[in-house]
């Protein structure tokens, strides 16, 4: 980019020397006279302006001197308010175009948001007609089958309950985009509610060789929340700390009460960790650390842009603390329900 040139009212009104001999007061020689003169006085130490030299000089009268300066001011000031009104007119021209630009982004973001909730609710029922039949099969009561087409089945099975739940953590996403997640409040049992997903998790940590152990406050109050959603997140949180850390690590749950009126509730494991440049990023939706076609760990990458969604819908805010290779913890207060 190249530097602009600074204004100065030579731009935009001719100098006065120049002035003058279009005006007809004085020649090319006598602007030189005068010139001459402004040198020879600034040797001696003065400093006069160039209308002074050409009156010293008795080139022009005074009068007809303030009479150039006043059409020049009138001039320069006439040029100021057209360069305006100039201005003006590309700033809102700019405006509008911007206007536009985040009109057609609103536009696309809310076909998109569309499409995903459209799309997610399309496929619910064929994979409804799936599960059920996976289930009838599994169970025998198409007949029987053997331990070989069992095996397939379940494992057919969880890749359905798969499906299922990134078609309901997109339409999720869907409603979330529009502002329309809906959070129902209650008085929660915060110390049953993260005992039973860390319980529920407990099997898939000792698949990875992680240590899944959680540190529960006793007297911990319940606290105001919608509990499906809580659970959620909290599930997320724990399924994700066990994905990203290495076997012998381990995976720790705490829920604390903080003064009277929070508990905070965090997730916190010794695995990969996140760079400090991208510890925002984690949180856009289908934002993927690892976006090679190589990479190493699965998801859609809307998991954590869910968490922060539901956790937001609570009035409250998710932190994260993380250090690469040291792993990372996620933290966040809810309202405490005080009797």
Known sequence: MTDQPQLTPEMLVPRMGEYLIQKGLITPEDLQR????????VAKGNRPILGEALVALKLVERSQ?????T?????????LQAANRTLERRVEERTAELQNALARVSELSQLKSNFVSN??????????????????????????????????????????????TLIEDLIM????????????????????????VVKSAAEKAEKRGVSLNSMIDDDV???????????????????????????????IVSVKREGENLVVVSVTDTGIGIPTERQKDIFEPFHQ???????????????????REIIEAHGSMIEVQSLEGRGSSFRFPLLAVVK
């Open 289 to 307: 650390l690892d976006g090679s076609s190589t990479r190493h760990h699965g998801g859609t990458g809307l998991g954590l842009s869910l968490v």
């Open 34 to 41: 005068a010139l001459d003169y402004q040198q020879e006085e």
């Open 119 to 164: 799309i997610s609710h399309e496929l619910r029922t064929p994979l409804t007609h799936i599960k059920g039949y996976l289930e009838l099969l599994v169970s025998e009561s198409l007949g029987a089958i053997s331990e070989e087409q069992r095996h397939a089945l379940q494992v057919s099975q969880n890749s359905a309950g798969k499906l299922e």
């Open 221 to 251: 109050p319940p606290v105001q929340a919608d509990s499906q959603k809580i659970a959620w997140v909290l599930n997320h949180l724990i399924d994700n700390g066990i994905k990203f850390t290495p076997s012998g690590g381990r995976v």
């Open 65 to 69: 001197l303030d009479q150039a300066v």
């Open 173 to 196: 996403v869907s409603l979330a985009s529009r502002g329309e997640m809906s959070i129902s409040l209650g008085n929660v049992d915060i110390h049953r509610v993260a005992s039973l």
């Open 71 to 79: 059409e020049q001011i009138i001039q320069l000031r006439s040029a």
